[in-house]
């Protein structure tokens, strides 16, 4: 069964300020997508990451994917208040089918204050 | 048009009733997904449809009965819900087929349950 961790699971940052959300799976895939989730909201990609070594940037985020590691980060570069959300990491679990399933991490709920 | 609408927004029923949550999208895609998220925590994957074929079902009680009837629509039917099944409920799209997955999934906006 595949298993997504992400950590940490409560970020609290202040503005101008950087960090690294992370994420671990615990089986191969090469398929890793981070989206975020503003409170009552739906679901927003960010970032699909498709082979080791992959690094897309939007903004103040960045993530990169390390396969052979399992692991995924998202980091935040000078924190401002409107990157406030939910954030998941999710892992394509039936990689080879021709449609996605993904399995969620638990997320990281990120508060950026003054 | 890079949207899937989900209705209703919200939806409180009784024990008791029946009732469907519909999701469209018309951006060609040919699977589509239901997820439920509790509050609080991620969601979770109930069912897969490609083209119009139920491909996954996560072991959904069958008080959950999924229905694709094209390839733009998706329904979700609800009957004797408990209140353990309050929750957001999620439709998405992707394409299919080689390299389907290098595209993300969109997520409608969801529809807030509520069981009384």
């Known amino acids: 069964e595949l298993k997504v961790e992400q950590n940490p699971l409560f970020l609290s940052m202040q503005e101008g300020k950087n960090y690294t959300i992370y994420c671990n799976y615990s089986t191969t895939s090469d398929r890793l997508y981070w989206y975020r989730q503003d409170p009552g909201k739906s679901l927003e990609s960010l970032f699909v990451?498709?082979?080791?070594?992959a690094v897309k940037q939007e903004g103040r985020l960045m993530a990169s994917l390390d396969t052979k590691a399992r692991l995924s980060t998202l980091h935040i570069t000078a924190a401002v208040h409107d990157l406030s959300a939910t954030y998941f990491c999710?892992?394509?679990?039936?990689?080879?089918?021709?449609?996605?399933?993904?399995?969620f991490g638990q997320g990281t709920i990120l508060t950026v204050h003054p | 048009d890079t949207e899937v609408t989900q209705t209703p927004k919200h939806l409180v029923m009784g024990m008791t009733n029946k009732k469907s949550l519909k999701c469209e999208q018309h951006?060609?895609?040919?699977?589509m997904y239901w997820y439920k998220q509790k509050a609080k925590k991620p969601p979770e994957l109930m069912f897969v449809y490609s083209y119009e074929k139920l491909s996954i079902n996560e072991s959904v009680p069958s008080r959950f009965s999924p229905e694709c009837p094209n390839s733009s629509l998706l329904n979700l039917h609800l009957h004797a819900l408990q209140p353990e099944d309050s929750a957001l409920y999620l439709c998405?799209?992707?394409?299919?087929?080689?390299?389907?997955?290098?595209?993300?999934?969109?997520f409608g906006s969801g529809t807030q349950l509520s069981v009384l």
């Open positions: 998405a799209s992707s394409q299919v087929g080689e390299g389907a997955t290098n595209e993300k999934l969109f």
């Open positions: 999710a892992v394509d679990s039936d990689g080879g089918t021709s449609y996605g399933k993904l399995t």
């Open positions: 990451l498709l082979s080791n070594g």
């Open positions: 951006m060609g895609h040919r699977a």
